[in-house]
Each structure stands twice: as structure tokens, then as C-alpha cells.
């Protein structure tokens, strides 16, 4: 469940040159093996910093991130006091919002989403959003300054909210200014780390003569690739079974594809796994045969890893502070 909280706080990047930073607070209730309170901050697909209500520990996931930061651990405890300062108002949050939609119990969740992207050194866009259930529920429109309705259970908050426009220029400075700038020094910091290109390393696997030969990439960057089979020179699409792309715990990726084909069409055909990615001068082609087949159980799959440093958790707490009262 925490993973699936944090693919629906990702935002995918389309253009290397963009970058987005992203900050995600989710309350929960109903739910007995999940944290009632989780935060996570992103910095493209990166994980930079990670908090719940069980630890209560402030995890920072990307160590150049942290090698840029004096005395860290005075800086990481004062966070996780900040930060757990704030999970019962957020929870009171999350209460009032199932009140308005006449919940009195079952599994709900209350996330609070902000960032904004940069790209080549510009401002790129903003954006604050409040999500009830998985749904749409409160957006900030940055150019008129209004709260956004999407639901008439949100119409309540956005009718008072609106009567105070100090508050949505107080998020549009944030946005515009600090988040930016934030986001534009983290960038600056770790440009190499963030753009860089990494080729795959890629292997031919199969656990015994009739299972399905695995072509396995990892250990490439940016995640962008594409993974095909050939039969005698000719695209194959049939009896192939592409796997989703994962996350590696050094910020590289890994994904894989699996073609069932039997032992004696291995003989009489030639089949070939082709590996296309941006770091690449030309596509890697493995042959299938035995001399390039390792016999192996397919690889375990890495954590997921993805998010930017803690210090715009004080921001996401502004918010909630804002949402309880």
C-alpha cells in the first residue's frame, strides 16, 4: 500500500531538460498495515525523503542530498519533530472531509500534493491539489488566484477559502518563489546525477530448457527504454510478455521481457532480444542461444525509490495547518 501511495504522489517527467519537484502528505484511516500519515517529497524519479507515523524517522534516500547538508542528523531530528507535530491535524483534516461526504467509517484517504517544475533554468508551471478518496477534491488555480471545486463536498471548503485571498497568495508565492528556487539549487547541485546517461547491462536468463527466456536490462538511466524480441531478422510480438520498469536502489532502473518459445524452435529459428536506450550508439542484440542463456531465477525485484530533500515537508505542514482550520 505504501508503494501505491507513492506512485500516486509521482509525476512523470516527459523532457529531460524538465525537472519537477513534489511534495505528497496522505492520511488514512481504515487501513490496519498502513501508516495513518505518510510523506514523501520527489525530485523527478528520485527519492529524496520519506516519513510515516510508525517510524516517525525521517529517511532521506538520496545521499548526495544529504552530503549537502551540514550536521544532518541535527537537521533530520528537527524534522521528525515538525513533521510528527503535524499528523493530528492533518487527521482532523481527513475527519472533517469524511464528515462532508457523510463517512462515519470504511477506508479513506486525504492527500495534500504541491510542486512546481523548472526547465532549462525556467519556470515550468505550479501546482497544489487536495485529493479525497483517490478523487479530485480542492485545486489552486495560480492565475486567478481562485479555489477550484471538484466535488460539492469541496465546494463548502472552496466558498470560504475564496473569501480570503490572502491564502491562495500565500501558496502562490510559495509555489512561485521558493519551491522554484528550491528546486533550481537541488538541480544545479546534482545536474550530472539527474541528466546522466547510463547504458543497461543486459543478460539472457531461464530457470530450465522449457520456461521462458527472460531478457533482462538493468542498471540503465533515464528509464526510457524498449525491450524487443526478433525471429529470424523480423519483429516478434506474439507470446512475448513485457514487464513493467523498476526502480534499482543506486537510482538506475531495470526492466525485463519474456518470450515463450519452446526448445526446438530455439534450434530451427534465430531469435534475438533487442535493447534500445538513449545512452546507447546502437541497439545491444543477445542472441538466443545457449552459449548467451544463464540459467537463473529471474532477479528479485528492487525497492521502488523516488523523491527531494526534507526541507520542503515545512511547506506540506503549512498546508495541512491550513486544511484543519
Known amino acids: 500500500m505504501i508503494g501505491v501511495l507513492i506512485v500516486l504522489c509521482s509525476l512523470h517527467t516527459g523532457f529531460a531538460v524538465t525537472h519537477t519537484g513534489k511534495g505528497c502528505v496522505t492520511g488514512s484511516t481504515g487501513v490496519r498495515d498502513l501508516p495513518e500519515f505518510v510523506a514523501v517529497l520527489m525530485l523527478d524519479e528520485e527519492t529524496g525523503a520519506y516519513f510515516d507515523s510508525k517510524t516517525r524517522e525521517l529517511q532521506i534516500r538520496l545521499e548526495w542530498a544529504l552530503n549537502k547538508v551540514n550536521d544532518s542528523q541535527k537537521y533530520i531530528h528537527y524534522f521528525n519533530v515538525l513533521i510528527s507535530s503535524a499528523i493530528p491535524d492533518l487527521m482532523n483534516a481527513l475527519q472533517f472531509a469524511m464528515s462532508l461526504y ?33 478523487e479530485d477534491f480542492i485545486s489552486l488555480d495560480i492565475s486567478t488566484l481562485a479555489w477550484i471545486a471538484h466535488s460539492p463536498q469541496a465546494g463548502i471548503i472552496c466558498a470560504d477559502w475564496n473569501n480570503h485571498i490572502e491564502t491562495a497568495q500565500f501558496w502562490k508565492g510559495i509555489l512561485e518563489n521558493e519551491c522554484f528556487a528550491l528546486l533550481k539549487k537541488l538541480v544545479e547541485y546534482d545536474r550530472e546525477i539527474l541528466e546522466r546517461k547510463v547504458p543497461p547491462e543486459v543478460s539472457l536468463l531461464r530457470r530450465d530448457p522449457s520456461s521462458p527466456v527472460t531478457c533482462l536490462a538493468t542498471g540503465f538511466f533515464p528509464e526510457g527504454i524498449v525491450v524487443s524480441w526478433q525471429k529470424d531478422g523480423e519483429d516478434l510480438h506474439e507470446d512475448v510478455e513485457l514487464l513493467e520498469t523498476l526502480s534499482n536502489e543506486d537510482g538506475t532502473f531495470q526492466t525485463r521481457s519474456r518470450l515463450t518459445v519452446s526448445p526446438a524452435d530455439v534450434k530451427e529459428h534465430n531469435y534475438t532480444c533487442v535493447v534500445d536506450h538513449s545512452s546507447l550508439e546502437k541497439n545491444i542484440i543477445k542472441p538466443v542461444t545457449e552459449e548467451e542463456i544463464k540459467t537463473n531465477q529471474d532477479p528479485e525485484n528492487s525497492l521502488p525509490v523516488g523523491i527531494i530533500i526534507a526541507v520542503v515537508l515545512a511547506v506540506l505542514l503549512v498546508a495541512i495547518a491550513a486544511f484543519a482550520c
Open 102 to 134: 457523510g463517512h462515519s467509517g470504511g477506508i479513506h484517504t486525504l492527500q495534500i500534493m504541491l510542486g512546481c517544475e523548472v526547465s532549462e533554468d525556467r519556470k515550468a508551471g505550479e501546482f497544489m491539489k487536495f485529493g479525497y478518496d483517490a
